[in-house]
């Protein structure tokens, strides 16, 4: 078990959002090891608030498959991707994402294009603003975090396709895979690849936005795949 790791207490006007977002980075950070059980007591006095909002925050975030909740058991904090699981999560996103990018090129207008391209200059922002001399902690690739989210899920609603949107977006692929392996799956590499696929959705060419998701979903899977060989 690690050592505990003191938290900012957070303010007693305090939001069921902060308090979702305080618990989030505890796991995403593992200062609360995958697999350990979740005292809501102890974590509750620890963020200076009741039990409450700590239980609604441990509700979401087994909606994100962050937390398992056990029958007599309470929660405990969800495992890290193994090897099968991880092969397991980029078949489905190789198979669903191109298609979803080749349907949204069919239905493209300025109005997607802009906005994919406003997600991936916030992407870049958010690379531009980070230090390197600094620990690398969830807080510092939230943003990152949700912005690739949102770009993605942007084509996927964009296919006029609602399951594809939905089923994407119940794979929280980028929570998943940022406990995995975060230090090396987020960089230019991720921003220039968007842009390729924006480029060819821009351009009314399905095909090549359907073979840029290909290209960048291979290629951030062989980002991501060598935690496994460590």
Not at 74 to 96: H, N, W
Not at 201 to 217: D, G, S, V
Request: glycine share 4%.
């Amino acid at each position: 078990m690690k050592e505990r790791t003191r938290t900012r207490p957070l303010p007693r006007q305090i939001l069921s959002d902060s308090v979702y977002e305080a618990v989030k980075e505890l796991v995403m950070d593992q200062h609360i090891e995958p697999g350990a059980r979740v005292n809501i007591d102890q974590l509750a006095r620890d963020l200076r608030v009741s039990p409450t909002p700590v239980r609604e925050a441990l509700a979401r975030l087994e909606m994100d498959a962050l937390v398992i909740k056990e029958p007599l058991r309470g929660y405990s904090i969800a495992p890290i991707l193994d090897a099968a699981a991880f092969e397991q999560l980029y078949e489905v996103r190789g198979l669903i994402e191109p298609f979803a990018a080749r349907r949204a090129c069919e239905r493209a207008n300025r109005q997607l294009v802009t906005a994919l391209h406003r997600e991936i200059d916030a992407m870049q922002k958010t690379i531009d603003g980070l230090r390197p001399e600094k620990p690398r902690r969830y807080r510092d690739y939230r943003e990152f975090a949700w912005e690739d989210a949102r770009f993605h899920e942007a084509i996927a609603v964009a296919s006029g396709n609602e399951l594809l949107g939905e089923t994407l977006s119940r794979l929280r692929s980028h929570l998943h895979l940022y406990r995995l392996y975060y230090a090396t799956g987020i960089g230019p590499e991720t921003v220039a690849e968007h842009e390729a696929i924006v480029t060819a959705i821009a351009a009314h060419q399905p095909e090549a936005a359907a073979a840029a998701m290909a290209e960048h979903i291979k290629r951030s899977q062989g980002r991501q795949r060598h935690a496994f060989e460590r």
